[in-house]
């Protein structure tokens, strides 16, 4: 499915992190060396990302392939924001995609997480040592900022005597965890998983075109209540449907046959 050697567009070591997943299928990726992926966006708002992450993903990944000149390649983009149902919630979006220009192919991997390390402390609050230890300071980074003009002073700050040196000569300073993948830990895990994803997705291939990317679109059905056998809100099928020849296929879930009378509206109203 994958070449031997797959060209990775992206900066911050996202090969190593992606590399161990990719080891099970045989596939070394090579990093785009020489490739600036900076000019579709950084975090630190210098190159503001003017399209959606799935949308970079993909012009990340064309550019880079040009550029290369690779008819195979893999990128991978990343997002914070407010989550869309709970607007105090932060979640983390981690994007990757697959073209093969060849075989006219596009698959997407995508994991969401709100286990994220997304956070800010100013000169005016004082707990400056519960905050470093709380997002675990040294694996995660730090951005020190100017707290009136938001001017980034300096980025990617990993230890004490680098930090209080900073704020000595700073003393209006904001600081902001770095959202570098290499730098974010917690990055790091969304990321493998938005890889786990594209890798599933690979290797699931459309019984009647065998393209990849045979999948889970949409839920239906009704599971019974293992009671009362009256029908539940929880979904029984697993609607499947190709993106190429657009061949659809309802599967029985298989992980439950009932549901607990306890999410029965008329067993536990
Ligand atoms: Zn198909
Ligand atoms: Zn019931």
Not at 34 to 50: A, K, N, W
Not at 191 to 202: F, H, V, Y
Not at 226 to 249: A, I
Request: proline letters at 6%; charged letters at 25%.
């Amino acid at each position: 499915m994958f070449p031997s050697q797959l060209l990775l567009s992206s900066k911050h070591h996202k090969g190593q992190i992606l590399q161990p997943i990719f080891n099970e299928l045989k596939v070394k990726l090579i990093e785009n060396d020489g490739f600036d992926t900076d000019r579709f966006g950084t975090f630190c708002g210098e190159t503001p990302r003017l399209e959606g992450p799935k949308i970079t993903v993909r012009e990340k990944c064309l550019a880079g392939m040009t550029y290369a000149k690779k008819r195979q390649g893999l990128a991978s983009e990343g997002s914070f924001g407010p989550h869309p149902n709970s607007p105090f919630l932060s979640i983390n979006e981690e994007w990757l995609i697959y073209i093969d220009l060849d075989e006219n192919l596009e698959v997407y991997g995508r994991s969401i997480s709100m286990e994220l390390c997304h956070e800010q402390l100013s000169y005016k609050d004082e707990q400056l040592n519960s905050f470093l230890s709380r997002i675990q300071f040294g694996a995660q980074a730090l951005v020190l900022k100017d707290a009136h003009t938001h001017a980034v002073i300096r980025k990617g700050i990993r230890t004490e005597a680098e930090l209080s040196s900073l704020i000595s000569q700073h003393p209006t300073w904001l600081l902001e965890t770095d959202l570098r993948a290499h730098l974010n830990p917690k990055r790091q895990l969304n990321i493998l998983a938005a890889g786990k994803d594209l890798i599933q997705r690979m290797g699931s291939c459309c019984p009647q075109c065998s393209k990849p990317d045979f999948s889970v679109v949409s839920y239906s059905g009704q599971l019974p209540c293992s009671s009362c056998q009256r029908p539940t809100h929880t979904h029984q099928f697993l609607e499947y449907n190709c993106s190429f020849c657009h061949f659809k296929l309802t599967k029985k879930r298989k992980d439950l046959r009932t549901e607990d009378p306890q999410y029965c509206h008329y067993c536990n109203p």
